[in-house]
T-cell receptor, first 109, second 113 residues
Framework: GQSLEQPSEVTAVEGAIVQINCTYQTSGFYGLSWYQQHDGGAPTFLSYNALDGLEETGRFSSFLSRSDSYGYLLLQELQMKDSASYFC??????????FGKGTTLSVSS | NAGVTQTPKFRVLKTGQSMTLLCAQDMNHEYMYWYRQDPGMGLRLIHYSVGEGTTAKGEVPDGYNVSRLKKQNFLLGLESAAPSQTSVYFCASIPQDRAVEQFFGPGTRLTVL
């Protein structure tokens, strides 16, 4: 079967750095995406990795190791507005994203 | 551009009733998707379409039907609603296969009593 595993909850304080890990077991993999979802809102795209290594977008970075079927999202200089759910998702050609169950990040002051 | 829109935003149904959810996109995207999201779960694919006039089943298609008569619209139908279909439904689109970013609509919150 196809599965993605990520922690269900993470807590941190403002200004800190947090890493959300994702391991996957899927077929037809061509990339790993990260989406953010605030309560009651639509998922929004954050980052994408097709090749091994680190991709940086402002305060957010994402890493992929295809040989380990592993990736992570790194959030730096945390702000209260970063409190949300974060989903890793595998991109598969011809079909759709396969999502993990999500990680709820709570940022406190 | 409005992006991806969904109608209605909220709906309450009784068991056995039918309804249609509408997804519309004005970005000329080829691929469109319907997902459902349940508490504590990621999004699960119901049906998808790779172009006008085509549809295909996703991970959880039972109890749903879809149609893509026009490129910009993707309809999701529930013929006989069941409490298990209480969920938040999201529509999404991408311009073509292997496009990186999926664009999501705001969601429809459906409750079946």
């Amino acid at each position: 079967g196809q599965s993605l595993e990520q922690p269900s909850e993470v807590t941190a304080v403002e200004g800190a750095i947090v890493q959300i890990n994702c391991t996957y077991q899927t077929s037809g993999f061509y990339g790993l995406s990260w989406y953010q979802q605030h309560d009651g809102g639509a998922p929004t795209f954050l980052s994408y990795n097709a090749l091994d290594g680190l991709e940086e977008t402002g305060r957010f970075s994402s890493f992929l190791s295809r040989s380990d079927s592993y990736g992570y999202l790194l959030l730096q200089e945390l702000q209260m507005k970063d409190s949300a759910s974060y989903f890793c998702a595998v991109n598969q050609a011809g079909t759709a994203l396969i999502f993990g169950k999500g990680t709820t990040l709570s940022v406190s002051s | 551009n409005a992006g991806v829109t969904q109608t209605p935003k909220f709906r309450v149904l009784k068991t056995g009733q039918s309804m249609t959810l509408l997804c519309a996109q004005d970005m000329n995207h080829e691929y469109m998707y319907w997902y459902r999201q349940d508490p504590g779960m990621g999004l699960r694919l119901i049906h998808y379409s790779v172009g006008e006039g085509t549809t295909a089943k996703g991970e959880v298609p039972d109890g749903y039907n879809v149609s893509r008569l026009k490129k910009q619209n993707f309809l999701l139908g529930l013929e006989s609603a069941a409490p298990s279909q209480t969920s938040v439904y999201f529509c999404a689109s991408i311009p073509q296969d292997r496009a990186v970013e999926q664009f999501f609509g705001p969601g429809t919150r459906l409750t079946v009593l």
